[in-house]
């Protein structure tokens, strides 16, 4: 029932779950039940603690995410505080050897030894640029380093979750096919006393018409001295088998329902889960779509024949993938679509029962 995803989960979903059924049609109905029922509980503890494992490594990805986006907006002012510090510099060289040719030009003794005085005062103020430079570049190379760090403890951190989430979908899913399990079973076994209800009364209206058979050739059918304690017997008993057929009845009714239900909650989940995968495919198609336009733009202004072979395939390269990503995404769109389709039916399903839609 279930539609593969990207990460192959719900595939593997399909072939396990296949063959669970197929076993269970081969015993009894009640001992297929009470095996589906334990599936059905192992399925939800192993949910559960899919869940919380993706809750600890969720926390994780966040703390992460932010340090990371944090030490990349240390970079950036790094950057910009070099490149002032450079700015600076080139200023100050300019003003010191601008004092440097003036006063060596100057032929008043008076007056060349103020301008060497002043080249002196510029020369100091250009050195103190230049270590304000170094000291920058330092600080820059400190916190490209740091950014490193924390850039790939947050990828290590970021695959961990998707591993987690889509692990996650595994288990939900694996659930969802489990109560499936169940359900199924449920309103066979529902059925079938349904089934024996309808005998019971069958046998019984039979057998009443027989009696009244009887009564009649005897002659004593409808006289008050015949005391017919078996005819009021016999339709007391048929009034409780038909109560009783009733609530059978009832019983399918909302077996079927709460089949109708497990069915359209399984494809709102599924178009979930591939809602998300899409747009994380959609998400990576945009990250190779500026991969490959950064690539391409640095071999078109390199001159180094080898240099620029490298940039062209890894822009090749980065298109390829993106081209995987999109047709993931196409594939994904399908999918969607689809489910949305059935859900509109499973919601008519619903309706047909008598009973008013899930909102």
Request: aromatic share 2%; no cysteine; net charge positive.
């Amino acid at each position: 029932m279930f539609r593969a995803m990207t990460s192959g989960v719900i595939l593997s979903l399909i072939l396990l779950v296949g063959p669970v059924v197929a076993q269970q049609d081969k015993k009894p109905l009640a001992e297929g039940l009470a095996e589906a029922r334990k599936a059905r509980q192992q399925a939800q503890t192993e949910e559960a603690e899919a869940r919380k494992e993706w809750g600890s490594l969720g926390m994780a990805d966040a703390a992460t995410r932010e340090i990371a986006v944090s030490t990349r907006k240390d970079v950036a002012r790094a950057v910009q505080a070099k490149a002032e510090a450079e700015k600076l510099l080139a200023e100050k060289t300019a003003t010191a050897k601008s004092a440097a040719e003036e006063s060596g030009a100057e032929a008043d003794p008076a007056k060349k030894k103020a301008l060497l005085e002043t080249a002196a005062k510029t020369e100091e103020a250009r050195k103190a640029a230049e270590q304000l430079v170094a000291q920058k570049a330092a600080t820059l190379t400190a916190m490209e380093k740091a950014d490193v760090k924390e850039q790939g403890l947050h990828k290590k951190a970021a695959v961990e979750f998707l591993a987690s989430d889509r692990k996650l979908a595994g288990k939900i899913l694996t659930t969802r096919a489990a109560t499936r399990n169940v359900l199924v079973l449920e309103l066979e076994a529902a059925k079938k006393a349904a089934e024996k209800g309808d005998a019971a009364v069958a046998a019984l209206d039979k057998a009443l018409a027989e009696l009244t058979a009887a009564e009649k050739a005897a002659g004593t059918e409808g006289k008050p001295e015949a005391k017919p304690e078996a005819q009021k017997a016999f339709q007391s008993a048929k009034q409780a088998l038909a109560a009783a057929k009733k609530r059978a009845t009832d019983k399918v009714a909302v077996a079927e329902r709460a089949l109708n239900e497990a069915d359209l909650v399984a494809m709102l989940e599924r178009q979930g889960w591939n809602t998300i995968e899409r747009d994380r495919a959609a998400a990576q198609s945009r990250v190779k779509t500026a991969e490959a336009k950064a690539a391409r733009d640095k071999a078109a202004a390199e001159k180094d024949a080898n240099k620029k072979k490298e940039f062209e395939q890894t822009a090749a390269a980065a298109e390829a993938e993106k081209t995987e990503f999109d047709k993931t995404v196409a594939k994904l769109n399908a999918s969607i679509q689809e489910d949305g389709n059935k859900t509109y039916s499973a919601l008519m399903a619903l309706r047909g029962g008598g009973l008013e839609p899930l909102p």
